[in-house]
């Protein structure tokens, strides 16, 4: 995972099965997953009571894969805020409330 843009706006994974471009607004959480398929997964912010983010994965993609990446772009995001440890990051502290089919997490 290559992190690029002056404001964090962008990121490159690549992967075994091809390159992936991560793009949009990774602090207010609303930004799309794109291969050469075209758009595989989306993340967005809804606006509820606590923080709920949506995770929206197209038929066909590893559901698992695209989470993950979606952790490690909040990880590298919170490390860049001089956050440590669980807990600090936009899905860190809110990943249980908000990712459907995830459960609660400590």
Partial sequence: M???GVFGQHFEIATSQ???DASGDFGGWNY??????GVIGTVAREMAFGEKFVVDIADGQNDVFI?????AIDN???E???HQGLGGGMLGGGLGGG???LGRFP
Wanted: no cysteine; glycine share 12%.
């Fill in 2 to 4: 290559h992190h690029t």
């Fill in 18 to 20: 091809g390159n992936i």
């Fill in 32 to 37: 799309t997953l794109t291969s050469a398929a």
């Fill in 67 to 71: 989470l993950a990446t979606v952790l």
């Fill in 76 to 78: 590298i995001h919170d």
């Fill in 80 to 82: 860049r805020r001089g």
């Fill in 99 to 101: 990712l459907p089919g």
